[in-house]
């Protein structure tokens, strides 16, 4: 039984060193009917507004929450949260900072996008289907922890 547990040990060790501050995304299929149902329970946007943050739930270590974004939402930073978005429909672009400059990354459904708590970053949507996505917030969100960040686009 050794034998099986060295390379569970090996692996954990190996995951364990790929939690660095980094943000990256992966890309998974979504089904349109949970989508059509996510976007519903969201509701429509008001005209005026280019981001709108629906809470989902909450529990003692994550909140989550379904976002909506038809435009740009400025650069800033959570300082004490980790952030996962799942993109459920809609593209667009999101900046991370990369040396106090933002640099670009474009995304589109099924891309999963992870942002560590500090590091500074942008959305924009491209102008088409407004952007529908589930995040999770690590521990949960407290509005006050949105700190704009002044970088350079």
Same mark, same amino acid.
């Given at each position: 039984?050794?034998?099986?547990?060295?390379?569970?040990? $090996?692996? &954990?060790?190996? %995951? &364990?060193?790929?939690?660095? *501050?980094?943000?990256?995304?992966? &890309?998974?299929?979504?089904?349109?009917?949970?989508?059509?149902? %996510?976007?519903?329970?969201?509701?429509?946007? !008001?005209?005026?507004?280019?981001?709108?943050?629906?809470?989902?739930?909450?529990?003692?270590?994550?909140?989550?929450?379904?976002?909506?974004?038809?435009?740009?939402?400025?650069?800033?930073?959570?300082? !004490?949260? !980790?952030?996962?978005?799942?993109?459920?429909?809609?593209?667009?672009?999101?900046? %991370? !900072?990369?040396?106090?400059? %933002?640099? *670009?990354?474009?995304?589109?459904?099924?891309?999963?996008?992870?942002? *560590?708590?500090? $590091?500074?970053?942008?959305?924009?949507?491209?102008?088409?289907? *407004?952007?529908?996505?589930?995040?999770?917030?690590?521990?949960?969100?407290?509005?006050?922890?949105?700190?704009?960040?002044?970088?350079?686009?």
């Amino acid at each position: 039984m050794s034998y099986r547990i060295v390379p569970a040990a $090996v692996l &954990a060790a190996a %995951l &364990a060193g790929c939690a660095s *501050p980094r943000a990256s995304y992966v &890309a998974y299929p979504f089904e349109e009917p949970v989508v059509s149902d %996510l976007a519903e329970r969201a509701g429509p946007m !008001d005209e005026s507004q280019e981001l709108q943050v629906t809470p989902l739930g909450r529990t003692a270590s994550a909140s989550h929450h379904l976002i909506q974004l038809k435009g740009e939402e400025p650069p800033h930073r959570h300082m !004490d949260h !980790d952030l996962v978005v799942v993109i459920l429909r809609g593209a667009g672009v999101l900046e %991370l !900072d990369s040396g106090g400059k %933002l640099r *670009p990354i474009g995304f589109e459904p099924g891309h999963v996008l992870t942002i *560590p708590r500090g $590091v500074a970053h942008a959305t924009r949507s491209d102008g088409g289907t *407004p952007v529908l996505a589930f995040a999770v917030f690590s521990p949960p969100l407290d509005e006050s922890d949105t700190v704009p960040a002044d970088v350079q686009r």
